[in-house]
């Protein structure tokens, strides 16, 4: 099995996990674009000074530097970062991705379960927590729903993209009003990525209908 340890990205990991967004971020299905296709490591370095990324790697590099390979990504976004305005007061998650050379291993779901679990709800004891993925993605609108989120709102990215948003209560026996508590679904599918709308339009939200959605089971991590 191989050896991986998670931990907190620093601004020497830009170029790999730029590397890392680009691989995954490189399987979506047509016509599903996010922003994070356009970042350069400039933009990487940034949100590492001023989010909290997680990243998992693989023990012994084998690149010609001998770096740990970056095998999956999350980022957290605080609602006081400036020139991002939050669509809600809560911490928001994206830039998630596992690359797809090492699917279907639990990387995915380890990387939320410490980001919800162990840093924003036991540590940070944040109440809650939103994030946005794009309306036609295969799996990872269910993958969210699975996990206990729930659709508040949607908006259109920068390159076009419909995005739904989701939030979580993360605290809801302190917190009892915040958010209507959404215990998880039963069926579960993982995923590789997921939207980056810290470039979505201003346009107010919507409430937002699944109705429309065919959303496959097949578990990707």
């Not at 291993?105 to 540590?123: I, M, P, S, V």
Request: hydrophobic share 40%; net charge positive; aromatic share 8%.
């Amino acid at each position: 099995m191989t050896q991986t340890a998670l931990r907190i990205a620093t601004e020497a990991d830009a170029p790999r996990l730029l590397k890392l967004l680009h691989a995954a971020y490189s399987e979506l299905p047509p016509g599903v674009l996010f922003t994070v296709t356009r970042a350069g490591v400039d933009l990487v370095r940034q949100r590492i000074r001023q989010h909290t990324t997680f990243v998992i790697e693989q023990a012994g590099g084998n690149g010609p530097d001998r770096q740990a390979d970056l095998l999956g990504t999350v980022s957290i976004r605080f609602p006081w970062v400036p020139d991002e305005a939050p669509r809600a007061p809560y911490p928001f998650i994206h830039w998630f991705a596992v690359s797809p050379a090492h699917k279907q291993q639990g990387l995915g779901r380890r990387l939320l379960d410490h980001a919800e679990l162990n840093f924003l709800r036991d540590t940070v004891k944040a109440p809650a927590v939103h994030l946005a993925t794009a309306i036609k993605h295969p799996w990872l609108t269910q993958l969210y729903l699975s996990r206990g989120y729930a659709p508040f709102g949607n908006s259109t990215n920068a390159l076009g993209t419909e995005l739904v948003w989701l939030r979580k209560a993360l605290l809801p026996d302190l917190y009892p009003t915040l958010l209507p508590h959404r215990p998880p679904a039963p069926a579960s599918t993982s995923s590789s990525t997921s939207a980056d709308p810290a470039q979505a339009d201003a346009r107010p939200l919507h409430p937002v209908s699944y109705t429309h959605l065919t959303l496959p089971t097949k578990r990707i991590v």
